[in-house]
């Protein structure tokens, strides 16, 4: 993977981790700063076109790492929480909230793994069975090669059976996990939408063919895989569309060892959905008619109704209900 430039936060400059990510990316300059604020966080940057270059800024996260997860967001469990080891995605999906949510298309990668987990058990302590979700403000997979994070972090979970870690992804950088044993208390979640959403809005994604073949490998391998079908996002054809991507996806997987399957609505803060507007003005996405309410963004109430009720009803086809939920 390459990148315009690495940026490396000096109180981490010299840790054993760095250095290894370095030696990786031997190739590309490296430039130490004070805190990563002062590149990520400037102001006059322009996500468009930094999103066509982006730089690597190697850092270390402060205070609060694990936090509450939003209501709804994932399935049901004793608590639920989510931690972000980096900000920004190497995909590039037109719908992505971050492009709203950072004024920078510049990768964060926090490198203090350890505080992570130390926070990570914090948060567990006491409860019967916690989910952990990563993913959230990035992809969990797609930098691996660079990151090692989920290397790291299956050692740690390994030893957590209680704790439950689920790694949402697009990626299909699985070489690590197909090299390990699986593990009960780790689930990669891989996201789909339809081939047309794909063809449109999810640049740098890899096909779905490709995805389904990395979660075919981690399944037959005995690792508990989960599916997202996320976002739905509205259109005429809709039905067909879905109904052609459930008939691949589980012509590959075997839906009755599946250990989750999810629907998600498009949805968005105002404020997001305005900025990322203004940067692409001529996507037609942006100009179609939505739901404003709450600070949300979303799309109108009969088609959400219509499109979740229509795209259930075709899922409820290939799994069973118990292994179904919708993520608001």
């Not at 209501?71 to 037109?94: K, L, Q």
Request: charge should be neutral; charged fraction near 25%; include cysteine.
């Amino acid at each position: 993977m390459k990148f315009s430039c690495i940026y490396v936060e000096r109180e981490v400059r010299d840790t054993p981790r760095v250095k290894e990510i370095l030696q990786r990316v031997s190739d590309t300059a490296v430039v130490t700063i004070e805190r990563y604020g002062e590149v990520f966080n400037r102001r006059a940057q322009n996500f468009r076109l930094q999103k066509k270059n982006p730089a690597l800024i190697l850092a270390k996260k402060h205070g609060n790492l694990v936090l509450p997860a939003p209501p709804g967001y994932g399935f049901d469990a004793d608590a639920s929480f989510y931690f972000s080891h980096m900000y920004n995605c190497v995909y590039d999906c037109r719908y992505c909230f971050l492009q709203g949510m950072y004024r920078s298309a510049n990768y964060v990668l926090f490198t203090n793994y350890e505080d992570f987990a130390d926070q990570i058990a914090a948060a567990g302590q006491g409860l019967l069975h916690p989910v952990f979700y990563s993913g959230y403000d990035c992809d969990s997979l797609a930098l691996e090669p660079v990151s090692s994070f989920i290397d790291f972090f299956l050692d740690w979970f390994s030893a957590q059976p209680r704790l439950t870690m689920e790694i949402r992804t697009k990626s299909t950088q699985v070489r690590g996990l197909l090299q390990r044993q699986p593990l009960d208390n780790c689930i990669v979640a891989m996201s789909f939408t339809p081939q047309t959403t794909w063809q449109r809005w999810e640049r740098k994604v890899p096909t779905i063919e490709k995805r389904l073949d990395a979660l075919s490998r981690l399944q037959q391998q005995g690792w508990p895989i989960a599916l997202r079908f996320e976002p739905l996002i509205y259109s005429q054809t809709f039905r067909q569309e879905y109904a052609e991507l459930f008939a691949t996806v589980f012509d590959r997987l075997e839906a009755a060892d599946l250990h989750s399957v999810s629907l998600g609505l498009f949805r968005m803060p105002k404020k997001f959905f305005s900025d990322i507007a203004t940067l692409y003005p001529d996507e037609p996405l942006f100009a179609r008619r939505y739901n404003h309410r709450d600070g949300q963004v979303n799309q109108l109430p009969e088609q959400e109704l219509e499109m979740q009720n229509q795209v259930q009803e075709l899922l409820f086809r290939y799994i069973d209900k118990r292994q179904y939920y919708h993520c608001a």
